[in-house]
């Protein structure tokens, strides 16, 4: 059994968070895992949930959408919208025929182009709107929709009236990933966003509005009020929200210097003191962000948390929709401002680029913020992902929902495959890589597939990784490792390392190993192996007598069922060299390395100098002869550190730990 943090909420997933493990509330008994598959599933029947055929229907989307005016007449007791819609936009070509995604349980009542009204058909979900003359391409244009109905409820909801409590009503919106027509005329197209929008809502005095961007003003007339929120940052269709009720209302400016804003929090009467409480940890987890990946992408304008009846939440731009405040749940909503609204996945087949780096942020805020449970959060992201033998990170039905936002897969997965990559790059390459990704003006506040992230990633590090994207992305499983030891009268410690996987989409997992040695008097030891074939085998001159090893101490790599297991030395290694790689003088003084290495057949060497995470710095290769080989080779530009020597053959793989004054 595992017992949680005191003062958290037991939701996690968000984008469309469900929920899950949160280390979190009052102490949880269940299993999170369990917690996660009940509330997906409770989800998907209290909203009637049903594929989507494609991701849009609308196809002849010939025009890139610019600015948008939103004003939509609505009541929380009334399952009902009525609206108009301006739209701007810019043809990619002579056309006169455009199509929007509408939903066909909403009247189209009219669409205006220059104050004529046009000719449409509505069917399929889709309005086809007939041009009395062909528009030019290049040459801004806009049209007006007029339109009213009661929407469906599909994806995670879409259009929800209901209460809060016993008798308030409720009324918010939850677009992602296709529910947006069911409520609004749109483009259901993740690679062109608006521009900028303002937002107007007609309700009933009695209530409340939030949405995105700031607060215009709020004016009453005739016992309605008309809330207007303008956004002036480029915004995903999906991510454009709206929630009306009685809401209660505070806010305060947060942040440092000139990348300050203002935090806003639309929450219920019996929310207020939850909420409060929650912003101390929130501020904290916006410096953090701040700190890591830039300055939150929309501070000019607002950071928002909006109740709503759910019991997740949903990153709506400047204004998430929370269902709870929990800790771990404020810190995934928050991440996604950066991952997911910032630059946003131009597919939902690539979703871990949102859910993935949401969730691995979540985590960072346990590594800085609360390090006491950043271990725990590691080993249940491993667990789930291991739970099933297969599954990649790459959505291959985008039309399944549940496979869209697997939380198997889209969140443990992908926060897990960032844990790798920071592994294999070093954290000043990591997170170099991850504000270079954020802040690439390709991509920055636009749209962006995983080649993109792989090819900041492979720029920051100077190295291919077609490899790990290729296993950990597109292919499916994870390694388990059978880790074999011995060690000789000399101190030389042998190790095997055998590698099985659990699915044959791959057939050797290429990661960077770490190994630490324990000897009996309580001292360590780290190694990382380059482990490049299984049944490797490495020696590495250990200062003391070796008791025990354990593999990926530190929770690295996503992998399940190993073994690690001591075994007579083998005779080979009984009278070995005292240390197979020997380097003189030592520790290192200049920038020469100098010393000797020991081979039992000729075979072509290479040397590569490694630091502490797995970074290669310096290379060298020669022909060594049976026996003794000496070597010689520079290490100008290296700092001072503690690093290993790797020495790597057909035959031989040895490591040599050294450390350079």
């Known amino acids: 059994m595992n017992k949680y943090l005191p003062g958290l909420q037991p939701w996690f997933f968000a984008g469309v968070f469900f929920c899950s493990l949160i280390l979190g509330s009052v102490a949880q008994e269940a299993d999170p895992l369990e917690q996660i598959v009940c ?15 494609r991701a849009n229907l609308a196809l002849e989307h010939f025009a890139d959408m610019r600015y948008a005016r939103f004003h939509w007449f609505v009541d929380p007791t009334v399952q009902y919208i009525q609206g108009s819609i301006l739209n701007t936009f810019i043809p990619l070509k002579d056309l006169s025929v455009l199509e929007f995604d509408f939903s066909n349980a909403l009247r189209m009542d009219s669409v205006i182009w220059h104050g004529r009204k046009l000719r449409f058909t509505h069917a399929a979900d889709v309005i086809r709107i007939e041009f009395s003359e062909m528009l030019m391409n290049g040459q801004l244009d806009s049209v007006v929709f007029y339109y009213q109905g009661a929407p469906s409820t599909a994806g995670f909801g879409s259009f929800v009236t209901e209460t809060q409590g016993a008798d308030i009503p409720l009324l918010w919106t939850l677009s992602e990933p296709y529910g947006a027509k069911e409520w609004m005329v749109c483009k259901q197209d993740l690679k062109d966003k608006w521009d900028s929008v303002d937002i107007f809502i007609t309700h009933p005095s009695s209530f409340r509005a939030a949405s995105n961007g700031l607060l215009q003003s709020e004016w009453i007339e005739n016992e309605k009020t008309t809330t207007h929120w303008k956004h002036r940052y480029p915004i995903a269709y999906y991510l454009v929200g709206i ?22 929090n639309y929450v219920f009467e019996q929310s207020v003191q939850r909420a409060q409480a929650a912003i101390p940890d929130l501020i904290k987890q916006m410096q953090l962000y701040n700190d890591l990946f830039g300055r939150y992408p929309f501070y000019k304008e607002k950071y928002g948390h909006a109740e709503f009846g759910w019991g997740g939440g949903m990153e709506h731009q400047t204004m998430s929709f929370m269902g709870g405040f929990g800790y771990e749940l404020t810190a995934h909503e928050l991440a996604h401002q950066w991952f997911g609204d910032k630059v946003t996945c131009a597919s939902w087949e690539d979703i871990w680029l949102n859910e993935g780096f949401a969730t691995y942020l979540s985590g960072l805020c346990y590594e800085h913020l609360l390090p006491m449970y950043w271990r725990r959060f590691k080993e249940l992201r491993i667990q789930d992902v291991t739970s099933e033998v297969g599954g990649s990170l790459k959505v291959s039905d985008t039309t399944q929902i549940g496979r869209i936002f697997s939380g198997r897969l889209s969140y443990s997965k992908g926060s897990m495959v960032l844990h790798m990559l920071r592994w294999i790059c070093g954290d000043s390459i990591f997170f170099a890589a991850c504000r270079n990704y954020l802040d690439d003006p390709k991509l920055a506040y636009a749209t962006a597939k995983t080649i993109d992230l792989q090819k900041h990633f492979e720029n920051a590090l100077g190295n291919d990784l077609n490899y790990f994207f290729n296993d950990w992305y597109l292919h499916e499983g994870y390694p388990s490792y059978k880790i074999e030891w011995s060690q000789n009268m000399n101190k030389v410690l042998s190790i095997d390392i055998h590698q099985l996987t659990s699915h044959p989409s791959v057939s050797f997992f290429k990661l960077p190993v770490p190994i630490r040695i324990y000897g009996p008097q309580g001292q360590t030891k780290d190694l990382v192996v380059d ?27 996503i992998s399940r069922d190993n073994i690690v297991q001591q075994i007579p030395v083998r005779t080979e290694y009984l009278n070995s060299a005292p240390q197979l790689v020997q380097i003189s003088p030592h520790p290192l003084e200049g920038d020469v390395l100098k010393g000797k290495v020991w081979v039992e057949h000729a075979e072509r060497l290479r040397f590569v100098v490694v630091d502490a995470q797995g970074h290669e710095w310096i290379e060298h290769a020669m022909e060594a002869q049976q026996g ?29 730990p050294m450390v350079k004054f």
């Open 243 to 264: 929630a009306v009720t009685k809401f209660e209302t505070f806010q305060q400016k947060i942040g440092w210097g000139p990348a300050s804003t203002l935090l806003v």
């Open 628 to 656: 003794w080989n000496f070597f010689t080779f520079s290490l100008s530009g290296m700092s001072g550190g503690f690093y290993h020597l790797h020495v790597k053959g057909k035959k031989s793989s040895m490591i040599c």
């Open 531 to 557: 482990h490049q074939w299984s049944g490797q085998n490495v020696q590495v001159q250990a200062d003391f007598k070796v008791d025990s090893l354990v593999f990926d101490p530190d929770l690295w790599l």
């Open 39 to 53: 509330h997906e599933s409770h989800a998907h029947a209290r909203y009637n949930i049903v594929p989507a055929p």
